[in-house]
T-cell receptor, first 117, second 109 residues
Framework: GAVVSQHPSRVICKSGTSVKIECRSL??????MFWYRQFPKQSLMLMAT?????????EQGVEKDKFLINHASLTLSTLTVTSAHPEDSSFYIC?????????????FGPGTRLLVL | GQNIDQPTEMTATEGAIVQINCTYQ??????LFWYQQHAGEAPTFLSY??LDGLEEKGRFSSFLSRSKGYSYLLLKELQMKDSASYLC??????????WGAGTKLIIKP
């Protein structure tokens, strides 16, 4: 099946620093990538939808200036958490959509665990 | 509003059968998905239902009734490795996934 990678898998940073998370589709082209956040014992929360070559669409309540998304190519999307604070500590998961849509073809990355001290 | 309900936690015995229910109220419907998520890992796709009825895939089966806004995931011959959270998600009329909070399944020997 299709493979999506994320890097780094874990990151610990000081408050106020910025962290970049990469999401790559390894063996297919992803026209759309999604970024999710998951707090402990809670469901996935969609943060934004990223389309190659265009601006990301953010969900209500997600600050676009704090969570910068760049989908520069059909195989790479990046999420940058700017000026991270302890409340940003979470599990960030990306997914990539292959083909013409339908979540059946949405493949998840392994996730990135962010801890802000 | 849009809402997905599933039990918070269930316990079952190794070798037995367990049914995890999911009810939904969404603006439109373009399919219902079940995902498995082990602690600390990303979700993995289990099943997709868009028409009424039962879809069987090995030890896992998923059922959908669109008129009742209801689905269940049936796990047979439970194994210890099936201990995980099971997430129900519905794709609405805008092709957005609405996620349930997940059901934590605990398997006991």
């Amino acid at each position: 099946g299709a493979v999506v990678s994320q890097h780094p898998s874990r990151v610990i940073c000081k408050s106020g620093t910025s962290v970049k998370i990469e999401c790559r589709s390894l063996d297919f082209q992803a026209t759309t990538m999604f970024w999710y956040r998951q707090f402990p014992k809670q469901s996935l929360m969609l943060m934004a939808t990223s389309n190659e070559g265009s601006k990301a669409t953010y969900e209500q309540g997600v600050e676009k200036d704090k969570f910068l998304i760049n989908h520069a190519s059909l195989t790479l999307s990046t999420l940058t958490v700017t000026s991270a604070h302890p409340e940003d500590s979470s599990f960030y998961i990306c997914s990539a959509e292959a083909g013409t849509g339908g979540a059946e073809t949405q493949y998840f990355g392994p996730g990135t665990r962010l801890l802000v001290l | 509003g849009q809402n997905i309900d599933q039990p918070t936690e269930m316990t079952a015995t190794e070798g037995a059968i367990v049914q995890i229910n999911c009810t939904y109220q969404t603006s439109g419907f373009n399919g219902l998905f079940w995902y498995q998520q082990h602690a600390g890992e990303a979700p993995t796709f289990l099943s997709y239902n868009v028409l009424d009825g039962l879809e069987e895939k090995g030890r896992f089966s998923s059922f959908l009734s669109r008129s009742k806004g209801y689905s269940y995931l049936l796990l047979k011959e439970l194994q210890m490795k099936d201990s995980a959270s099971y997430l129900c998600a519905v794709m609405d009329s805008n092709y957005q996934l609405i996620w349930g909070a997940g059901t934590k399944l605990i398997i006991k020997p």
